[in-house]
């Protein structure tokens, strides 16, 4: 079975500063991981995502993510917030199985950056 | 290309009530999937379908139907609306379905059930 555990459900950060959000999944197959952002009353979109070969990944707006499968996470990074970024952002795995590849989100971080 | 499209946004029932979510995809897509978002619970998957006239269950299916007769649509019906099943929904689709390909989102559907 899969699923993902997102750590803080609220995350505020100054302008200029890092980003870190938080992500550990289960997985008993080898994972396809994600992070998808959300502005408001808007439908999702993705942000970056893992499949196979590097384990650090980048995605748009400066974001980026390092899979660790010794410590089952994929943490999402930005070196330096943005008013812009504020959204919610969630994380993502899908695996394969014998009825079809499912989806599994994490229940979302609200990311608020203060000015 | 309009993308994912989902009529309609906003919509109230009353308990017992039937309706239809409509969700389309213009990218002829074969993987699509309805999911319910709650405060605090994420996104969950309601039911998916990997090509027309193939449709599984996800992890909350009880309550709701879908069909695929389609590649373009993927309804999803509420038979006997319950006020459990208010939420927003969001369906989604994708190019492939090994599970690696990027989801692309509709704009969701805010569902009232009274």
């Known amino acids: 079975a899969q699923s993902v555990t997102q750590l803080g459900s609220h995350v505020s950060v100054s302008e200029g500063a890092l980003v870190l959000l938080r992500c550990n999944y289960s997985?008993?197959?080898?994972?396809?991981l994600f992070w998808y952002v959300q502005y408001p009353n808007q439908g999702l979109q993705l942000l970056l995502k893992y499949t196979t070969g590097a384990t650090l990944v980048k995605g748009i707006n400066g974001f980026e993510a390092e899979f660790k499968k010794s410590e089952t996470s994929f943490h999402l990074t930005k070196p330096s917030a943005h008013m812009s970024d504020a959204a919610e952002y969630f994380c993502a795995v899908s695996a394969l199985s014998n009825t079809g590849n499912q989806f599994y989100f994490g229940t979302g971080t609200s990311l608020t950056v203060i000015p | 290309n309009a993308g994912v499209t989902q009529t309609p946004k906003f919509q109230v029932l009353k308990t017992g009530q039937s309706m239809t979510l409509q969700c389309a995809q213009d990218m002829n897509h074969e993987y699509m999937s309805w999911y319910r978002q709650d405060p605090g619970m994420g996104l969950r998957l309601i039911h998916y379908s990997v090509g027309a006239g193939i449709t599984d269950q996800g992890e909350v299916p009880n309550g709701y139907n879908v069909s695929r007769s389609t590649t373009e649509d993927f309804p999803l019906r509420l038979l006997s609306a319950a006020p459990s099943q208010t939420s927003v929904y969001f369906c989604?689709?994708?190019?492939?379905?090994?599970?690696?390909?990027?989801?692309?989102f509709g704009p969701g559907t805010r569902l009232l059930v009274l």
């Open positions: 989604a689709s994708s190019y492939g379905t090994n599970g690696a390909e990027t989801q692309y």
């Open positions: 997985s008993s197959v080898p994972p396809y």
